[in-house]
DNA sequence: AACATATAAAGAAATAATTCTTTATTTTAA
DNA sequence: TTAAAATAAAGAATTATTTCTTTATATGTT
């Protein structure tokens, strides 16, 4: 027995879905730049290299309806996805690890849109200590917990080394954050109300290696 | 009719356990310090929040075994994954683009093991050319094809603005490049033959933010 | 105004990945 | 030497995701 009916139940967006998104966006901003109004699941699946009922799947997440004959409005699908993602609102984050990685980050979110907008960095380093990437101040470490006292900031972007990973985020986490974007490498053991989403280099390096070999056979 | 038999098929490995057999490098790097000999999946399963059942599969496609009541061979276990990763290959790589996530990319590998060798970056920009990340130098791009003719490097990491992107990629491609690490949000159209393995920031950051927001109710 | 056509929507089927279950093996202990 | 326990391996079942198929709808054309 499933569970149709009045209690319109929320179901989970799968992930693949999530992370095609702002793939979509990218696309879809250029097709607006080049005037065009309306623009059709087949055309977009042509020019994303996917298939065509896959991206109306995708586009239906965020509500927009399409129209046959005609497709979506360009930039009411934006509109949408923007939305849906929260690239429209501001999301403060907390960046701890001013290192290349952190750097390049901060520096990063300055052209290329992440939806988020961080508002300090934090190091223990003596010498980056005072200095700013960008519009970004890199502040003491300690300064964290004064600072988020008063600001509720609720995502914090973890690019410190591995070693200390676990310790920065248990800070963050009695720091009000409830979300971390983990750089390291580090497992979190972090309370499971807190949203932890892993990037590593290395997973993406492995993928393409293998690929690699397999090629060469 | 499936095709067991004499001729063992090549299946292709999920990519998901792909992504996840650089965090058991890690971790089992971290249990041979501490002078663990053998080390069950049930184990590495709790240590990693994983299911145990999941830890054996993917740690098969290596084609070590474990015994039963004692585990795996930790030794055995980390040179199998390094080399069924081509981690203790010496793979060359270039990078195009030395801005701020170059540049990171460039120190990054020199403290975290990304199992890539950059050997030489290219850029357009004057102020760039002749300085160095690390011990990698900033070439002119344009020395792209004499130094590619010399080497034959395989991979190319393009962290070169979206506008270029693919310009730079088919470049790559006439230089011999057989696989892209791609970093910028174009999708790149090039032969079916070459590998490419695009990693976009916004889709983490997609899927961070709408999971916080879902959290949020 | 009716018809043909392109296309989105909804649902079904197929594929891929994960989790669960059973079986077989190896070691330790009685 | 035998039995018990832990665990890897193999296979089945479940779940998730993608692809395929059908249906309905809106638009342009005759």
Same sequence: chains 1, 2.
Avoid at 118 to 145: M, W
Wanted: proline content about 4%; charged content about 25%; overall charge positive.
């Amino acid at each position: 027995m499933n569970e149709t009916g009045k209690y319109k139940m929320k179901r989970k967006v799968p992930e693949p879905t999530l992370k095609r998104l702002p793939g979509y966006l990218y696309y879809l901003d250029k097709v607006k730049e080049q005037g065009i109004i309306n623009i059709s699941a087949p055309m977009i699946g042509k020019d994303l290299k996917c298939d065509p009922t896959q991206v109306v799947k995708d586009l239906a997440v965020t509500g927009i309806k399409g129209k046959p004959r005609v497709g979506y409005n360009t930039y009411e699908l934006i509109h949408a996805l923007e939305d849906y993602l929260g690239f429209n609102r501001t999301n403060e984050a907390f960046i701890v690890g001013a290192g290349n990685l952190g750097s390049a980050l901060m520096a990063y979110q300055e052209h290329q849109s992440l939806g988020l907008k961080i508002i300090a960095a934090f190091d223990v380093d003596e010498k980056k200590i005072g200095t700013h990437v960008g519009r970004i101040h890199i502040l003491e470490y300690n300064k964290l917990f004064s600072l988020s006292n008063r600001l509720d900031v609720k995502i914090g972007i973890l690019t410190t080394p591995n070693s200390v990973a676990q310790d920065v985020a248990e800070d963050l986490v009695n720091c009000g954050i409830k979300a971390i974007w983990n750089f390291t490498s580090a497992i979190l053991h972090l309370p499971d109300d807190i949203i932890v989403q892993s990037t590593s280099m290395s997973s993406y390096a492995a993928v393409l290696l293998r690929r690699l070999n397999d090629s060469e056979k």
